[in-house]
Protein backbone atom coordinates (compact mmCIF):
# COMPACT_ATOMS: atom_id res chain seq x y z
CA UNK A 1 0.00 0.00 0.00
CA UNK A 2 2.71 2.62 0.60
CA UNK A 3 3.86 2.11 -3.17
CA UNK A 4 0.82 3.30 -4.12
CA UNK A 5 0.97 7.52 -3.81
CA UNK A 6 3.94 7.04 -5.56
CA UNK A 7 2.46 5.20 -8.72
CA UNK A 8 -0.03 7.47 -8.88
CA UNK A 9 2.05 10.31 -8.21
CA UNK A 10 3.79 9.03 -11.31
CA UNK A 11 0.75 8.42 -13.44
CA UNK A 12 -0.07 11.74 -13.16
CA UNK A 13 3.64 13.34 -14.37
CA UNK A 14 3.64 10.44 -17.48
CA UNK A 15 -0.34 11.65 -18.39
CA UNK A 16 0.54 15.45 -18.39
CA UNK A 17 3.74 14.45 -20.21
CA UNK A 18 1.89 12.51 -23.09
CA UNK A 19 -0.39 15.62 -23.27
CA UNK A 20 2.20 18.19 -23.42
CA UNK A 21 3.95 15.95 -25.85
CA UNK A 22 0.67 16.12 -27.96
CA UNK A 23 0.37 19.72 -28.00
CA UNK A 24 3.86 19.88 -28.90
CA UNK A 25 4.09 17.61 -31.98
CA UNK A 26 0.38 19.42 -32.87
CA UNK A 27 2.44 22.79 -32.75
CA UNK A 28 5.30 21.10 -35.05
CA UNK A 29 3.17 19.84 -37.29
CA UNK A 30 0.89 23.26 -37.65
CA UNK A 31 4.02 25.06 -37.57
CA UNK A 32 5.56 22.98 -40.65
CA UNK A 33 8.29 21.19 -38.87
CA UNK A 34 6.86 17.89 -39.20
CA UNK A 35 7.27 16.97 -43.10
CA UNK A 36 4.14 14.67 -43.27
CA UNK A 37 2.32 16.94 -45.49
CA UNK A 38 5.24 17.80 -47.78
CA UNK A 39 7.74 15.96 -50.08
CA UNK A 40 10.80 17.33 -51.50
CA UNK A 41 11.04 16.47 -55.13
CA UNK A 42 14.78 18.03 -55.91
CA UNK A 43 13.94 17.18 -59.53
CA UNK A 44 17.17 15.07 -59.62
CA UNK A 45 16.63 11.43 -59.28
CA UNK A 46 17.81 9.02 -61.99
CA UNK A 47 17.10 5.76 -63.48
CA UNK A 48 18.58 2.83 -62.78
CA UNK A 49 16.65 0.31 -64.52
CA UNK A 50 15.50 1.03 -67.62
CA UNK A 51 16.04 -1.14 -70.46
CA UNK A 52 12.64 -1.64 -71.80
CA UNK A 53 11.77 -1.36 -76.15
CA UNK A 54 8.36 0.15 -75.03
CA UNK A 55 8.37 3.77 -76.78
CA UNK A 56 12.30 3.48 -77.49
CA UNK A 57 11.65 1.45 -80.76
CA UNK A 58 8.35 0.42 -80.06
CA UNK A 59 5.33 2.64 -79.97
CA UNK A 60 2.35 1.60 -78.54
CA UNK A 61 -0.95 3.66 -78.37
CA UNK A 62 -1.99 2.98 -75.07
CA UNK A 63 1.22 2.93 -72.42
CA UNK A 64 -0.25 1.34 -69.26
CA UNK A 65 1.64 2.69 -66.40
CA UNK A 66 1.64 0.71 -62.93
CA UNK A 67 3.34 2.32 -59.84
CA UNK A 68 3.87 -1.09 -57.48
CA UNK A 69 6.40 -2.33 -54.30
CA UNK A 70 9.11 -3.17 -54.89
CA UNK A 71 8.48 -6.42 -52.77
CA UNK A 72 4.96 -7.13 -55.14
CA UNK A 73 6.37 -9.56 -57.51
CA UNK A 74 2.44 -11.24 -56.73
CA UNK A 75 1.26 -8.14 -57.86
CA UNK A 76 3.01 -7.88 -60.64
CA UNK A 77 3.05 -11.39 -62.40
CA UNK A 78 -1.09 -11.42 -61.62
CA UNK A 79 -1.29 -7.75 -63.99
CA UNK A 80 1.42 -9.94 -66.69
CA UNK A 81 -0.85 -12.70 -67.14
CA UNK A 82 -4.31 -10.81 -67.37
CA UNK A 83 -4.96 -7.71 -68.31
CA UNK A 84 -1.13 -6.27 -68.76
CA UNK A 85 -0.23 -8.80 -71.17
CA UNK A 86 -2.41 -7.91 -73.73
CA UNK A 87 -0.34 -6.33 -76.53
CA UNK A 88 -3.21 -5.55 -79.41
CA UNK A 89 -6.52 -4.28 -78.31
CA UNK A 90 -9.18 -2.99 -81.07
CA UNK A 91 -6.25 -2.80 -83.47
CA UNK A 92 -4.11 -0.83 -81.50
CA UNK A 93 -0.78 -1.67 -79.77
CA UNK A 94 -0.64 -1.76 -75.83
CA UNK A 95 2.52 -2.08 -74.05
CA UNK A 96 3.11 -1.98 -70.07
CA UNK A 97 4.99 -1.10 -67.37
CA UNK A 98 5.96 -0.98 -64.22
CA UNK A 99 7.07 2.12 -61.75
CA UNK A 100 9.03 1.46 -59.24
CA UNK A 101 11.91 2.98 -56.55
CA UNK A 102 13.94 1.17 -54.37
CA UNK A 103 13.44 -1.18 -52.09
CA UNK A 104 14.00 -0.51 -48.38
CA UNK A 105 14.97 -3.01 -45.06
CA UNK A 106 17.40 -5.29 -44.24
CA UNK A 107 16.90 -7.05 -46.94
CA UNK A 108 17.03 -4.10 -49.31
CA UNK A 109 20.24 -5.80 -51.47
CA UNK A 110 19.27 -9.29 -51.92
CA UNK A 111 15.22 -7.86 -52.80
CA UNK A 112 17.18 -5.51 -55.85
CA UNK A 113 18.82 -8.59 -56.97
CA UNK A 114 15.47 -9.99 -57.34
CA UNK A 115 14.24 -7.05 -59.02
CA UNK A 116 17.03 -7.28 -61.64
CA UNK A 117 16.63 -10.54 -62.62
CA UNK A 118 12.81 -10.29 -62.81
CA UNK A 119 13.73 -7.63 -65.57
CA UNK A 120 16.06 -9.97 -67.32
CA UNK A 121 13.18 -11.83 -68.14
CA UNK A 122 10.90 -9.74 -68.40
CA UNK A 123 12.26 -5.82 -69.40
CA UNK A 124 9.22 -4.25 -68.18
CA UNK A 125 10.59 -2.31 -65.19
CA UNK A 126 11.24 1.12 -64.59
CA UNK A 127 13.01 1.63 -61.18
CA UNK A 128 14.25 5.54 -60.03
CA UNK A 129 16.34 6.10 -57.01
CA UNK A 130 14.32 7.05 -54.51
CA UNK A 131 13.14 4.88 -51.68
CA UNK A 132 9.86 3.89 -52.45
CA UNK A 133 7.43 4.66 -50.01
CA UNK A 134 3.48 5.67 -49.42
CA UNK A 135 4.47 9.06 -48.42
CA UNK A 136 7.18 9.14 -51.70
CA UNK A 137 3.86 8.75 -53.95
CA UNK A 138 4.22 12.14 -55.42
CA UNK A 139 7.94 11.42 -56.30
CA UNK A 140 6.99 8.50 -58.19
CA UNK A 141 4.28 10.03 -60.06
CA UNK A 142 6.82 12.81 -61.17
CA UNK A 143 9.31 10.55 -61.83
CA UNK A 144 6.46 8.44 -63.96
CA UNK A 145 5.77 11.79 -66.06
CA UNK A 146 9.54 12.24 -66.62
CA UNK A 147 10.20 8.81 -68.34
CA UNK A 148 6.93 9.38 -70.14
CA UNK A 149 7.48 12.84 -71.40
CA UNK A 150 11.29 11.87 -71.96
CA UNK A 151 10.27 8.79 -74.30
CA UNK A 152 6.26 8.57 -75.10
CA UNK A 153 5.76 11.45 -77.04
CA UNK A 154 5.02 9.77 -79.94
CA UNK A 155 2.44 7.43 -78.25
CA UNK A 156 -1.16 8.76 -77.71
CA UNK A 157 -2.34 8.05 -74.33
CA UNK A 158 -1.36 6.34 -71.24
CA UNK A 159 -3.30 5.43 -67.62
CA UNK A 160 -1.70 5.27 -64.51
CA UNK A 161 -3.44 2.59 -62.68
CA UNK A 162 -2.27 1.03 -58.99
CA UNK A 163 -1.35 -2.42 -59.15
CA UNK A 164 -4.82 -3.55 -56.87
CA UNK A 165 -6.69 -2.52 -59.85
CA UNK A 166 -8.88 -4.55 -62.41
CA UNK A 167 -8.49 -2.99 -65.95
CA UNK A 168 -11.35 -3.73 -68.81
CA UNK A 169 -9.12 -2.57 -71.04
CA UNK A 170 -11.10 -3.31 -74.51
CA UNK A 171 -13.77 -0.72 -72.57
CA UNK A 172 -10.72 1.64 -72.09
CA UNK A 173 -10.06 1.47 -75.70
CA UNK A 174 -13.32 2.25 -77.18
CA UNK A 175 -13.26 5.13 -74.92
CA UNK A 176 -10.08 6.54 -76.38
CA UNK A 177 -10.95 5.89 -80.02
CA UNK A 178 -14.20 7.47 -79.68
CA UNK A 179 -14.41 10.46 -82.28
CA UNK A 180 -15.27 12.49 -79.24
CA UNK A 181 -12.24 11.98 -76.76
CA UNK A 182 -9.68 14.53 -77.14
CA UNK A 183 -6.22 13.94 -78.54
CA UNK A 184 -4.49 16.41 -76.20
CA UNK A 185 -4.98 18.04 -72.78
CA UNK A 186 -7.11 15.12 -71.54
CA UNK A 187 -7.08 13.24 -68.11
CA UNK A 188 -10.01 11.61 -67.02
CA UNK A 189 -10.69 9.26 -64.10
CA UNK A 190 -13.11 9.26 -61.06
CA UNK A 191 -12.91 12.83 -61.06
CA UNK A 192 -12.96 14.47 -57.45
CA UNK A 193 -15.26 18.34 -57.17
CA UNK A 194 -14.64 20.24 -54.34
CA UNK A 195 -12.83 18.18 -51.91
CA UNK A 196 -11.84 19.79 -49.01
CA UNK A 197 -8.91 20.54 -47.37
CA UNK A 198 -8.04 18.49 -44.17
CA UNK A 199 -7.06 20.97 -41.47
CA UNK A 200 -7.12 18.35 -38.50
CA UNK A 201 -3.45 17.30 -37.62
CA UNK A 202 -4.48 14.18 -36.96
CA UNK A 203 -5.64 13.25 -40.09
CA UNK A 204 -3.65 11.31 -42.19
CA UNK A 205 -4.13 14.10 -44.83
CA UNK A 206 -3.71 17.05 -42.86
CA UNK A 207 -2.49 19.86 -44.85
CA UNK A 208 -1.65 23.01 -43.12
CA UNK A 209 -2.78 26.81 -44.07
CA UNK A 210 0.66 27.51 -44.95
CA UNK A 211 1.11 25.14 -47.62
CA UNK A 212 -2.39 24.91 -48.99
CA UNK A 213 -4.24 28.36 -48.20
CA UNK A 214 -7.37 27.47 -49.98
CA UNK A 215 -10.25 24.96 -48.15
CA UNK A 216 -10.57 23.06 -51.12
CA UNK A 217 -8.29 21.43 -53.85
CA UNK A 218 -8.69 22.13 -57.52
CA UNK A 219 -10.50 18.87 -59.40
CA UNK A 220 -8.55 15.93 -59.86
CA UNK A 221 -8.93 12.32 -60.99
CA UNK A 222 -8.20 9.84 -58.27
CA UNK A 223 -4.98 8.36 -58.42
CA UNK A 224 -6.37 4.67 -58.31
CA UNK A 225 -6.45 5.42 -62.13
CA UNK A 226 -5.78 7.75 -64.41
CA UNK A 227 -6.24 8.63 -68.90
CA UNK A 228 -4.10 11.11 -70.13
CA UNK A 229 -3.06 12.09 -73.43
CA UNK A 230 0.76 11.96 -73.62
CA UNK A 231 1.10 15.32 -74.80
CA UNK A 232 0.38 16.33 -70.86
CA UNK A 233 3.45 14.93 -69.08
CA UNK A 234 5.87 17.53 -70.46
CA UNK A 235 3.29 20.53 -69.48
CA UNK A 236 3.31 19.19 -66.17
CA UNK A 237 6.53 19.10 -65.54
CA UNK A 238 7.28 22.65 -67.02
CA UNK A 239 5.02 24.00 -64.36
CA UNK A 240 5.19 21.93 -61.24
CA UNK A 241 8.86 23.67 -60.32
CA UNK A 242 5.51 26.51 -59.72
CA UNK A 243 4.14 24.57 -56.85
CA UNK A 244 5.51 22.99 -53.75
CA UNK A 245 4.74 19.20 -53.93
CA UNK A 246 2.43 17.68 -50.94
CA UNK A 247 2.23 14.19 -50.54
CA UNK A 248 -1.36 13.68 -51.93
CA UNK A 249 0.02 12.77 -55.51
CA UNK A 250 -3.61 12.99 -57.07
CA UNK A 251 -4.45 16.71 -55.71
CA UNK A 252 -1.46 17.78 -56.87
CA UNK A 253 -1.70 16.79 -60.30
CA UNK A 254 -4.56 18.56 -59.79
CA UNK A 255 -2.86 21.96 -58.52
CA UNK A 256 -0.65 21.37 -61.76
CA UNK A 257 -3.69 21.16 -64.10
CA UNK A 258 -4.95 23.91 -62.68
CA UNK A 259 -2.08 26.10 -63.29
CA UNK A 260 -1.84 25.15 -66.40
CA UNK A 261 -5.72 25.68 -67.37
CA UNK A 262 -6.34 22.40 -68.30
CA UNK A 263 -9.27 20.92 -65.90
CA UNK A 264 -9.70 17.20 -65.63
CA UNK A 265 -12.63 15.58 -67.94
CA UNK A 266 -15.34 13.71 -65.96
CA UNK A 267 -15.78 10.19 -68.03
CA UNK A 268 -18.85 9.64 -69.69
CA UNK A 269 -20.17 7.50 -67.49
CA UNK A 270 -19.58 7.17 -63.66
CA UNK A 271 -19.56 3.55 -63.79
CA UNK A 272 -16.24 3.70 -65.76
CA UNK A 273 -14.06 4.25 -62.72
CA UNK A 274 -15.10 2.37 -59.45
CA UNK A 275 -13.82 3.03 -56.02
CA UNK A 276 -14.31 0.60 -53.15
CA UNK A 277 -17.33 -1.44 -54.71
CA UNK A 278 -19.93 -2.55 -51.44
CA UNK A 279 -20.44 -5.47 -53.18
CA UNK A 280 -18.95 -8.06 -55.85
CA UNK A 281 -19.51 -6.46 -59.50
CA UNK A 282 -22.57 -7.88 -61.58
CA UNK A 283 -22.26 -8.80 -64.76
CA UNK A 284 -23.84 -5.91 -65.70
CA UNK A 285 -21.58 -3.32 -64.00
CA UNK A 286 -18.28 -5.44 -65.15
CA UNK A 287 -19.50 -5.03 -69.15
CA UNK A 288 -19.45 -0.77 -68.37
CA UNK A 289 -16.58 -0.93 -66.56
CA UNK A 290 -12.99 0.68 -67.22
CA UNK A 291 -11.35 0.21 -63.86
CA UNK A 292 -12.39 -0.64 -60.59
CA UNK A 293 -11.08 -1.25 -57.38
CA UNK A 294 -10.27 -4.93 -56.34
CA UNK A 295 -9.51 -6.83 -52.76
CA UNK A 296 -7.28 -9.08 -53.91
CA UNK A 297 -5.41 -10.78 -56.78
CA UNK A 298 -7.78 -13.90 -56.99
CA UNK A 299 -10.98 -11.64 -57.55
CA UNK A 300 -9.04 -9.35 -60.47
CA UNK A 301 -8.60 -12.34 -61.94
CA UNK A 302 -12.03 -13.77 -61.61
CA UNK A 303 -13.42 -10.52 -63.38
CA UNK A 304 -10.67 -10.08 -66.09
CA UNK A 305 -11.82 -13.67 -67.43
CA UNK A 306 -15.67 -12.85 -66.79
CA UNK A 307 -14.93 -9.53 -68.64
CA UNK A 308 -13.19 -11.45 -71.57
CA UNK A 309 -16.95 -13.96 -71.55
CA UNK A 310 -18.94 -11.52 -71.05
CA UNK A 311 -21.96 -10.40 -74.01
CA UNK A 312 -24.17 -8.93 -71.19
CA UNK A 313 -26.33 -5.78 -72.49
CA UNK A 314 -28.65 -3.61 -70.38
Given amino acids: MGGTPFRRH ?4 LGGSLVTL ?12 VLQYHVVYPRNYKFVMDDTLTCKTRTPFLVLMVPVAPSNVAARDAIRQTWGGEKMVLGQPVETLFILGLPGGADAEQQQEKLEQENERHHDLIQSNFHDSYNNLTIKTMVMLEWLAAH ?3 ASYAI ?3 SDMLLHIQNLMKLLLDPSTPRQ ?3 TGSVWWHSRVLR ?3 SKFYMPTHVIADSEYPPY ?3 MAYVMSLDLPEKILSVSPQIKPIYIEDAYLGMCLKRLGIPPTDPPEETMFIVNPWFPLSSCSLSKVIAVTTTSIQQMTSYWKRSRELHTTC
Avoid: A, E, Q, W
Avoid at 10 to 13: N, Q
Avoid at 23 to 32: D, K
Fill in 160 to 162: KID
Fill in 200 to 202: NPF
Fill in 10 to 13: MKRI
Fill in 22 to 33: TVFFIYLSSHGR
Fill in 185 to 187: NYM
Fill in 221 to 223: PLG
Fill in 152 to 154: CTN
